[in-house]
């Protein structure tokens, strides 16, 4: 007597098992890929690095606890997709940012491109436009800047910096509360590749 399969699996339609269970397969021409015009791709970073040049002046905890041109990398990096893209997105912005400030020149650099690398290939893995993981994402991404960051500080440039992690979790949290936000306006600048 031949038993027949529980479930069985199949590339082109989904199916369901005895418990009426749907399986369903992403694949990676399935997952949607977006661009952006080229005035958009060089106006919001613009924009974000301007800001955060320029809003401690009237928001003191501004620069404590909010990373806009990171909140730019991530989203670029997760629309786009392409590893080489977040890269290129990641330094760019990270190199702009560093002329503005008195460190050396790549230190933001480093830690915007790995975020960059790290952010397009996690978005091809995840669905990047819920909420709940735009917020882990986002969380993540932050922590794992400011590690990347102060590790390039003390280590490679000698500078002595301090390293809080109630301060960095608590800038974790209001970057991605942050990130939502910016996201969901951003969201609108999309088109499809």
Not at 167 to 184: D, H, K, M, P
Request: charged share 15%; aromatic share 10%; net charge positive.
């Amino acid at each position: 007597m031949r038993r027949e399969p529980r479930w069985r699996l199949s590339p082109q339609l989904p199916e369901t098992s005895r418990n009426k269970v749907t399986v369903s397969y992403t694949s990676r021409e399935q997952i949607e890929v977006y661009r952006f015009s080229p005035a958009v791709a060089v106006a919001v970073p613009l924009l974000a690095i301007f800001l955060q040049a320029f809003l401690p002046r009237w928001l003191p905890f501004f620069s404590t606890y909010i990373d806009l041109p990171l909140l730019v990398v991530i989203f670029f990096a997760m629309a786009r997709r392409s590893q080489v893209s977040g890269l290129v997105t990641g330094a760019c912005i990270g190199l702009v940012q560093d002329a503005l400030t008195q460190h050396p020149l790549g230190v933001y650099g480093i830690a915007k491109t790995v975020v960059g690398y790290g952010a397009s290939s996690l978005g091809v893995k995840l669905d990047v436009e819920s909420v709940p993981t735009r917020l882990l994402v986002t969380t993540g991404f932050y922590v794992v800047h400011q590690i990347i960051y102060f590790t390039v500080v003390r280590a490679l440039v000698g500078l002595n910096l301090d390293w809080s992690w109630q301060r960095e979790l608590c800038s974790a949290a209001a970057n991605a509360l942050l990130g939502v936000l910016v996201f969901a306006l951003m969201d609108r600048l999309k088109q499809r590749a």
